[in-house]
């Protein structure tokens, strides 16, 4: 099981994909899944589905589903020079990227640039001086330098609202140890990974099962709201990250969280406390959450009345919205009590100390 979550997780972070601009990591996924056998379409606003059926036609239909767009930033304007003001798209801060190659989503090509903060050899004469000591750094004072001129630069269809992401050789991921894995946009490319390798395994569902990798999410969970007021769902289950701070209580970084409230509302307890016994059945001993500042599909959905019952099952995430780290056996974890719920007849013998 690793070393296909390594194998798809590497492929999946290298391929850009920021809110509104997913096409290169559609193009992966659908790849994929057609290689499984897995019956799925796109829907209107960019969603990716897959069904697989339960025996039973009067079963409850039960959604998971995992955020296909990373954070990035989105072109303002081109100054006269040919500076790229750029501004955040999703959670995304400048100084969590630091001066370095970002990548321009051009209409007819991609464009590289370097995310710069000015010289730093400077006096008070200098605008980015305040930079060094005084005040935090905003996009409002970073700029993309491309060394192009604005005719170059509209030849290549970079205009405003153009997205643009960390380049791409920035990106590719390593390991730390042999348990973690650290890169940019493990939100949410290792959900995306725990919704395949799930795909991979079941094998005879209790429920009519929908596998969605959402889009838009980090602009407002849109493409989660179109598919849950298109689709008839009992329940909805979101993968997700969970950061590591010393203000949640997350005691390890190897299992599971589910969370029971974040900044949308509360989650439905009793669904909670059924994906915390089918963890237990695999040997899994889930933690639990209460976050600040966040949302998922299933909370902001949940809040809309679309669906009537919705989980997050997250994985502990250190430097959630930068260069993420996290535990492999905590992805393992996920799939394990995804398969226990979801599954008839579970085989409990793979638990997660056989992984």
């Known amino acids: 099981m690793r070393d296909t979550l390594l194998r798809d997780l590497e492929a999946m972070v290298m391929c850009h994909g920021p809110s509104g601009n997913e096409s290169e990591i559609d193009r992966w996924l659908m790849a994929r899944w057609q290689d499984l056998g897995l019956e799925f379409q796109q829907d209107s ?13 009067n079963a409850s239909t039960v959604a ?8 990035g930033m989105i072109v303002k304007r081109i100054d006269p020079d040919g500076r790229v003001q750029a501004r955040k798209l999703g959670g995304s801060f400048p100084w969590v990227y ?9 209409d007819r090509e991609t464009v590289s640039g370097i995310l710069s903060f000015g010289s730093r050899h400077v006096s008070h004469e200098s605008p980015q001086q305040c930079f060094q000591n005084d ?4 996009w409002e004072n970073a700029w993309i330098e491309t060394k192009q001129t604005t005719d170059d630069l509209r030849r290549a269809g970079i205009r405003p609202g153009t997205r643009g992401v960390v380049g791409r050789h920035r990106k590719r991921p390593f390991l730390l140890g042999s348990d973690h894995i650290a890169s940019y946009a493990l939100d949410n490319r290792a959900s995306l990974a725990i919704l395949t390798l799930l795909a991979e395994h079941l094998k005879q569902p209790r429920y009519h099962v929908l596998l969605a990798a959402t889009a838009n999410e980090e602009v407002g ?19 997700e990250i969970c950061p590591r701070s010393p203000e949640y209580p997350i005691g390890r970084e190897d299992v599971p969280v589910l969370l029971s409230q974040d900044g949308y509302g509360v989650y439905d307890d009793s669904l909670n406390g059924e994906l915390a016994e089918a963890a237990t059945k695999v040997g899994i001993e889930v933690q639990y959450a209460v976050l600040a500042g966040f949302g ?14 919705a989980a997050c099952l997250a994985f502990p995430t250190d430097n959630t919205h930068g260069f993420e780290i996290t535990h492999l056996g905590a992805l393992e974890c996920c799939v394990l009590t995804l398969l226990s719920y979801l599954e008839h007849k579970f085989c409990f013998s793979r638990k997660v100390n056989h992984l």
Do not use: C, W
């Open 45 to 57: 606003a960019g969603n990716l589905i897959a069904r697989i059926e339960a025996a039973d036609p």
């Open 64 to 71: 998971i589903t995992a955020h296909k767009d990373e954070i």
């Open 98 to 106: 630091g001066e370095g190659v970002v990548d321009l989503l051009g």
């Open 135 to 138: 005040q935090p750094l905003k």
């Open 221 to 239: 969970a849109i493409g989660a709201q179109y598919f849950t007021f298109a689709q008839r769902l009992d329940v909805l289950i979101a993968l």
């Open 296 to 309: 998922s599909d299933g909370s902001i959905a949940m809040k809309n009345g679309h669906v009537p019952r």
